[in-house]
T-cell receptor, first 111, second 116 residues
Framework: DAKTTQPPSMDCAEGRAANLPCNHS???????VYWYRQIHSQEPQYIIH???NNETNEMASLIITEDRKSSTLILPHATLRDTAVYYC????????????FGTGTRLTIIP | GAGVSQSPSNKVTEKGKDVELRCDPI?????LYWYRQSLGQGLEFLIY????????KSGLPSDRFSAERTGGSVSTLTIQRTQQEDSAVYLC??????????????FGSGTQLSVL
């Protein structure tokens, strides 16, 4: 699976949009971009995924650049409960399942 | 149950003892993953099952670690002759394979293993 690069930490004011970047410059055509988060002392939680089109669900939006070398996870109105480590992962649709999470971005929502 | 179930939730053992950790995936999920997470660290991939087969065991830290899955459902992670560095939260996840695509992972709440 392609390697991803994320900033180690970010802060965001409560109520503002949190924009978390991820670089995956070596992504290949059959690899999806997935985002998960892990709130302190809890298990990881799926947020969203996409291949090349932008995606939106009840939790977040995912913006993937046209060349697919980077993406941004957007939490539109961050709350204190969104404080967590956010992991960006790229993976093939099926096959190599040595699914690694990396170190992620520690997002802190500031009251 | 509706989610991934892991047992026990906490396990305290003495160095040198063997332990078994159990994972009951979501019904119908053919893919099953084991991870471990040491305090303050990221997720370390251990092993993946598709059905009862584990095509890649290279993530297991040593030959003291083994895992099996029977009936395409319950999986057991066994650690023999436990060492203090084995202390961690062991997380299990499962996912559905639909239309040839691995879907999102659902995680259990983990087993906190403490080796004294």
């Amino acid at each position: 699976d392609a390697k991803t690069t994320q900033p180690p930490s970010m802060d965001c004011a409560e109520g503002r949009a949190a924009n978390l970047p991820c670089n995956h410059s070596t992504i290949s055509g059959n690899e999806y971009v997935y985002w998960y988060r892990q709130i302190h002392s809890q298990e990881p939680q799926y947020i969203i995924h996409g291949l090349k089109n932008n995606e939106t669900n009840e939790m977040a939006s995912l913006i993937i650049t046209e060349d697919r070398k980077s993406s941004t996870l957007i939490l539109p109105h961050a709350t204190l409960r969104d404080t967590a480590v956010y992991y960006c992962i790229v993976r093939v649709a099926f096959g190599n399942e040595k699914l690694t999470f990396g170190t992620g971005t520690r997002l802190t929502i500031i009251p | 149950g509706a989610g991934v179930s892991q047992s026990p939730s906490n396990k305290v053992t003495e160095k040198g003892k063997d332990v078994e950790l159990r994972c009951d995936p979501i019904s119908g999920h053919t893919a099953l993953y084991w991870y471990r997470q040491s305090l303050g660290q990221g997720l370390e991939f251990l092993i993946y099952f598709q059905g009862n087969s584990a095509p890649d065991k290279s993530g297991l830290p040593s030959d003291r670690f083994s895992a099996e899955r029977t009936g395409g459902s319950v999986s057991t992670l066994t650690i023999q002759r436990t060492q203090q560095e084995d202390s961690a939260v062991y997380l299990c996840a499962s996912s559905l394979v639909a239309r040839g695509v691995n879907e999102k992972l659902f995680f259990g709440s983990g087993t906190q293993l403490s080796v004294l």
